[in-house]
């Protein structure tokens, strides 16, 4: 089986490392790469010692060869028309998320897959984690009893390299006429917000939708888009999901998650260290696993797929919800400008706003909007 990497700096590195050290035991051939910024990849030595031919375009590179299965791992505003490239080729896809900027974006995707009958699979590891599955099993089963509130929070400080990076699309809404609306609930902490869409999803190959959307949106960075948000999310059946986050913040919380339902609350903490742990009314406790246990588990099930003519569990359908979500936010919800006299500079060349750490750390666990800190 063929592999072509689109895209090998960046997040695309790590599909380089896979690809290098895993490929014969897979049985796979690494087939190119396309990349038109490769000079910059800090791998490049590695790629070209490996002996992998590279090419700016992916037309170029389909001139040459072809390829069992494309991995697309470029900035969001490129995901669809890439996708459908590859497909157009012959290609199955492994695209990185998040899935596109916009819902009529998501729509030619998932129209092209069927036109084509080659999936396109979204790369939020969870999903394919066993951790997740296992207990989306137990959520599907009603093992857990109805949802109640499932929470999540992340305190990710950045930097002002990191909207700076590659062609300087982070943080923005939109550039030339095209949709990016790149914020920290749409890129950096997606999988976060798509995980509790994926696990209220009414079976496995589904996620939730969101039907009304409140909450706060701001920044303090130099961007158009926002760069904190505390989020209300109800779903389309009346569920409640909550998201904090920030990129603004002096100090680091790694992601976590409380999610509550009838029966068990589900914790999980990565600054902990803790597996995936349900504590049931009845006493019972439950272990599910590590969900970065298994992160590549995405490229290699798609590889399964691909030989047992199969679907991966999380495709453009799967994904689609948290594209609506992102979408709704920017359509609904205000972003608003920390005030000028809270915002300092750190040691990382970057920004926080003053006593952001502790309201947004305070609103998770009250289930709160900033707004509603006093």
């Avoid at 697309?72 to 900027?101: D, M, N, R």
């Avoid at 137990?138 to 950045?158: E, H, N, Y």
């Avoid at 609306?181 to 950096?188: G, H, K, P, R, T």
């Amino acid at each position: 089986m063929k592999i072509l990497l689109v895209g090998a700096g960046g997040y695309g590195s790590l599909y380089v490392h896979q690809l290098l050290e895993h490929s014969a035991e897979h049985n796979v051939v690494w087939e190119g790469v396309v990349d038109p910024y490769f000079d910059a990849c800090t791998d490049k030595e590695k790629i070209l010692q490996a002996g992998i031919p590279v090419y700016d375009t992916m037309e170029a590179f389909y001139n040459a060869h072809t390829a069992d299965l494309a991995v697309i791992c470029t900035p969001p505003f490129l995901h669809c028309k890439q996708s459908i490239c590859a497909l157009e080729h012959g290609s199955y896809v492994l695209c990185e998320k998040p899935l596109a900027p916009t819902p009529e974006e998501a729509e030619l995707m998932r129209a092209a897959e069927k036109k084509h009958n080659k999936f396109i699979a979204i790369g939020y590891q969870w999903s394919f984690s066993a951790a997740i599955r296992a207990l989306k099993e137990d959520v599907l089963s009603g093992k857990l009893g109805a949802p109640v509130l499932l929470k999540t929070l992340v305190c990710w400080p950045r930097n002002r390299a990191y909207y700076a990076r590659g062609t300087g699309w982070g943080g923005k809404i939109s550039r030339d006429g095209v949709m990016i609306l790149d914020s920290v609930a749409s890129n950096a902490c997606a999988h976060y917000v798509h995980n509790m869409l994926f696990l209220l999803g009414k079976d496995m190959e589904s996620a939730a939708e969101a039907a009304e959307v409140t909450g706060d949106c701001l920044r303090a960075n130099d961007i158009e888009n926002f760069d904190t948000c505390t989020l209300r999310i109800q779903t389309t059946v009346g569920d409640t999901l909550y998201f904090a986050a920030s990129h603004a913040t002096e100090k680091v919380r790694e992601p976590e998650f409380i999610y509550r339902f009838e029966n068990a609350e589900v914790r999980f903490s990565e600054a902990e260290g803790s597996q995936i742990t349900a504590y049931f009314k009845n006493g019972e406790v439950k272990t599910y696993g590590n969900p970065f246990a298994d992160t590549f588990r995405k490229l290699w099930d798609c590889v399964a797929a691909i030989r047992s003519e199969e679907t991966p569990i999380c495709t453009v359908k799967t994904a689609t919800p948290h594209t609506k979500l992102i979408n709704m936010i920017y359509r609904t919800l205000p972003i608003q400008a920390f005030p000028a006299d809270q915002i300092l500079e750190n040691d990382n060349n970057g920004l926080f706003v003053k006593n952001l750490f502790e309201n947004i750390c305070t609103a998770y666990d009250r289930g709160a909007l900033l707004s509603e800190i006093k």
